[in-house]
């Protein structure tokens, strides 16, 4: 079978990055559209092959994930051998549970609907939730940006700093990036889509630099209420705010310019051509992708590419 790269319209570049880096052209995919919007991929012969559908479901989130959806049925219904998702960013994914009635769960919902479309395995960056993938009746593959980021970090990153998590989901992955530094607690609570509460703070954060991380920036009120708290329990700066997901959306680039923060580190699983506002360093995610795509297709293992490993 042979390896190849289809493209779907939301992160072309990045795409491009990693058939680039695995010596292939992408296959050539025509977005076409009904006068109404609805859509209509066309995507060249992938006859037998070996298919990675690469789109990761970011704003729009729904048009981005039904796009999804179509690929994964246009490679199945024309022969594919085999068929991955690859969704850097996994949108619905943090509505992995109800919060309330009448609610759904759209993480299961979105999981369910790529298996019914085709995808016989599903390639993830740092999702929200690892609960994604008890979700998925295919298998999961989560890598993590995690180890490229903390390099990024690293040069500004003293020896006394503490490691912010801006709420109790975001622990795990604060222990990932802090294997040798300490780590504080933000208690948060949000509000609604775009407002959060930050009172309390657990761990020893006065008179030190902060780095505060999580996996995702969407409107910025998270990483602005961590803010506020870690300087009003004398912390003395943020030195740097690391997420891997950077959605900016809502003013969020706005939002984050306001604050007294050196530097934001995000990576590509997004384009980030909107938040031209804010001066981001963007790590690529394209060779940890490739790489996994390499292995993936040898029947190698993943070892060291993933968040669990
Ligand atoms: C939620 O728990 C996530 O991990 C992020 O903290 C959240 O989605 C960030 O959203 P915002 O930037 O809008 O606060």
Redesign the pocket.
């Known amino acids: 079978m042979g390896l190849r790269i289809v493209p779907g319209s939301a992160n072309t570049v990045l795409a491009g990055a990693i058939a680039k880096s695995l010596d292939t052209e992408p296959v050539t995919c025509k977005l076409d559209r009904f006068p109404d919007g609805e859509m209509r991929p066309v995507v060249n012969p992938v006859r037998g092959d070996d298919v990675y559908v690469i789109q990761p479901t970011g704003p729009p989130v729904s048009d981005h994930l039904i796009e999804l959806l179509l690929l994964l049925d246009a490679c199945r219904r024309d022969g594919a051998g085999r068929i991955t998702a690859v969704v850097p960013y996994f949108g619905y994914a943090?509505q992995d549970r109800r919060g309330r009635s009448g609610e759904p769960v759209g993480a299961r919902v979105a999981a369910d609907a790529l298996a019914a479309s085709g995808a016989q395995c599903l390639v993830v960056v740092d999702p929200?939730s690892a609960a994604l993938e008890a979700m998925c009746g295919i298998p999961v593959e989560i890598l993590t940006a995690v180890p490229a980021l903390a390099e990024a970090l690293a040069p500004d990153v003293p020896g006394d700093a503490v490691v912010v998590a801006?709420?109790l989901?975001?622990v795990k992955l604060a222990k990932h990036y802090a294997s040798l530094l300490q780590v504080a607690v933000v208690r948060?609570t949000?509000l609604t889509?775009?407002t959060?509460r930050a009172e309390e703070i657990a761990g020893h954060v006065a008179g030190r630099p902060a780095i505060i991380v999580?996996?995702?920036?969407?409107?910025?009120?998270?990483?602005?209420?961590a803010t506020q708290v870690v300087l009003a329990h004398g912390g003395t700066s943020v030195i740097v705010v690391a997420?891997t997901h950077g959605?900016l959306?809502?003013g969020?680039a706005r939002r984050l310019r306001g604050l007294p923060i050196r530097r934001v580190v995000t990576t590509d699983t997004l384009p980030q051509g909107r938040s031209a506002a804010l001066a981001l360093q963007v790590e690529s995610v394209a060779p940890l992708l490739a790489d996994a795509i390499s292995r993936l297709h040898h029947n190698q293992p993943l070892a060291g590419l993933l968040a669990r490993t």
Do not use: N
Request: charged share 25%.
């Open positions: 943090r929200h801006p709420d989901g975001a948060k949000r889509g775009a959060v999580d996996d995702m920036i969407s409107t910025g009120a998270t990483i602005e209420a997420a959605l959306v809502g969020a």
